[in-house]
């Protein structure tokens, strides 16, 4: 589909790559753009970039309310990006308690599930559209400093492609994002080099242009990562599992 005259929802745009998608979406056309954020305020700086074409919606995908409230406004919406994510970088066994355990699945795997739960049928009504999906490497290979996180992109992963097997009937493309370490608030915590966020979003955007109904891997880092671990998952998991969690 594309970009240009697309109707956008990016959740999570006050983020480092939330603010690149809104960025790149309005370089490259996008007739509106509803850049959401948990806390609106937070999004003052980004919607003077481009008053007429930005939306501000107060959205936590964790509440079931916010959400059907979001797909009420936004009804228009023909491109639904799940950018939204949070990481404790916690251990599964190390961890004080599971909170932050059950926090990741409910922003990493069913805010995403219940957005587009919600954004589906509108999609459909405009021929289509796309959903972009957020994920991670560590969607295919555990990282114990992040292993709960770890998984709840493997459940995102799994769910991104039952979900464009379900949207497939109404011509819906479904994308799934890998990507590796990015220089955003949440990728500090993991190793230099980083990619950019531009990189990132720029080839997400160009997936969603070509029409590619696939997983995608973002960024010279992400595909030198997938090479590696394409070529030997074994050994790949294996140098993944010597990043351990903080001992408190
Ligand atoms: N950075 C990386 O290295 C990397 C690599 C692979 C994949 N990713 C994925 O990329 C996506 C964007 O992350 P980022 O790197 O841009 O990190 P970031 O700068 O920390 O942004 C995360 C965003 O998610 C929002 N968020 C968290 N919980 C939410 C909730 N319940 N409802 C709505 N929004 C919520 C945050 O909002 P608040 O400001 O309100 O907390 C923030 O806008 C995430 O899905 C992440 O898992 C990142």
Redesign the pocket.
Do not use: F, W
């Given at each position: 589909m594309k970009i240009a005259g697309s109707i956008a929802l990016v959740?999570?745009?006050?983020?480092?790559?939330?603010r690149a998608f809104v960025t790149e979406l309005l370089k490259r056309g996008a007739a509106k753009i509803y850049a959401?954020?948990?806390?609106g305020a937070?999004l003052t700086d980004l919607l003077l970039s481009a008053q007429d074409r930005l939306v501000p919606l107060v959205?936590?995908?964790?509440d079931p309310d916010q959400v059907a409230n979001a797909a009420r406004t936004a009804s228009d919406v023909t491109l639904l990006i799940n950018?939204?994510?949070?990481?404790a970088f916690q251990g599964a066994i190390s961890a004080p308690n599971m909170t932050s355990a059950r926090l990741e699945m409910?922003?990493?795997y069913f805010?995403p599930l219940a957005m587009t739960r919600a954004f589906g049928p509108m999609l459909a009504n405009s021929g289509g559209g796309a959903v972009l999906n957020?994920?991670?490497?560590?969607a295919l290979v555990s990282l114990p400093m992040a292993a709960t996180y770890s998984a709840s992109?493997a459940a995102f992963l799994s769910l991104t492609r039952s979900m464009r097997a379900e949207l497939a009937s109404q011509h819906t493309l479904v994308v799934g994002v890998m990507?590796?370490?990015?220089e955003?608030?949440?990728?500090i915590n993991?190793p230099t080099p980083?990619m950019t966020?531009l990189e990132v979003v720029s080839d997400a955007l160009d997936a969603v242009e070509a029409g590619t109904n696939e997983e995608i891997y973002a960024g010279s880092l992400t595909r030198g990562a997938f090479q590696a671990f394409s070529a030997d998952p074994k050994a790949f998991q294996a140098r993944m599992s010597t990043r351990l969690p903080q001992q408190a």
């Open positions: 959740t999570g745009a006050n983020g480092g790559l939330g959401s954020a948990r806390d937070s959205l936590d995908v964790t950018n939204a994510g949070y990481a409910e922003v990493n805010g957020l994920l991670s490497m560590l992109k990507a590796v370490q990015t955003t608030s949440m990728g993991l980083r966020p």
